[in-house]
């Protein structure tokens, strides 16, 4: 079943606004998934994704290395730059 994504009205204000919300957290590990779970549904209009598609934590294989890695998000065919 395909996920329909709603467009969002991204705008300065609202990136701004989620930004500062964001600015004072500085442990990565203990605030991950919330900053993603706001992103995703403040700025990429989002609301469920596991339904989207987009994983935590995933499992990589490193092509430098070879060894086992992890990538913080991961969303199948979607890049965010």
């Not at 467009?7 to 919330?34: C, I, M, V």
């Not at 209009?45 to 290395?65: M, P």
Request: charged share 30%; glycine share 4%.
């Amino acid at each position: 079943m395909a996920t329909k994504i709603k467009s969002p009205e991204l705008s300065r204000a609202s990136a701004k606004t989620f930004a500062e919300k964001w600015k004072s957290y500085t442990d990565e590990k203990q605030h991950a998934r919330g900053f993603w779970s706001d992103f995703f549904t403040t700025l990429c209009g989002v609301d469920d994704q596991e339904e989207a598609g987009i994983e935590y934590e995933k499992r990589v294989k490193s092509t430098i290395s070879g060894n086992q890695e992890y990538i913080d998000v991961y969303w199948k065919n979607v890049a965010l730059i």
